[in-house]
């Protein structure tokens, strides 16, 4: 079994994030791998994205993130920490792989698509954006705003069987599009975070929780 923590959005809330990695300790030890969906800062600086993504490793070493459209940009800057960006990579993550597409505007082009279609094992895919109409991306009132080329990835690739995503923080929730689980963990702003184990057979076994409510 693989235990995830899943963040999304933490907009430098570093007050909120210490206090869910602290309550996480309850459910059953820390996880393996703690995968972050983007929005790291609130429009911040490289040294805010590395405190914050530095918070986390101090806790759970394997830490995967891709950035969203609230983070600066970081193509051809080294960051001071062990946190691993997984845009357009694929990283192990124990017995599977992990692969990125971080901002809102997922880039699926041709040459990152080339590399998953070369992934031998299961893929984890983790992106800012959710898919399309899934129960991840509304808005009010009940409007989907996720990406249709990042669906459409998702259907083509039967081996994509865990997608995890933020930015809309209106609809944190755990669905399915066709054998892929989908996941939303919504805002660590407003307290929330996911645990998901991934069991024998690739069962997917998950739940959202808020720190105010537990």
Known sequence: MLKLLVLSDIHNQDITLKAILQAVEKFGGKPDFCLIAGDITNFGTTRNLEDILNIIVDQIPNTFYVIGNCDPVT???????SAIDVEAKSQEMGSYSIIGFGTHKPKLDQKKLKKLKKVNKQVCLLTHAPPFKTSTDMVYPNRH???KQLREFIEKNEHIFLSISGHIH????????????????????TGNFAI???????????????????
Do not use: R
Request: charged fraction near 20%; glycine fraction near 8%.
């Open 75 to 81: 193509d051809g800057v080294n960051l001071e920490t």
């Open 145 to 147: 705003v996720g990406s």
């Open 170 to 189: 209106d609809s944190p929730a755990i669905s399915k599009l066709n054998n892929c689980t989908i996941v939303n963990p919504g805002p660590v702003t």
């Open 196 to 214: 998901i184990e991934i069991q024998k057979n690739l069962k997917i076994k998950g739940k959202i929780y808020n720190l105010y409510e537990l």
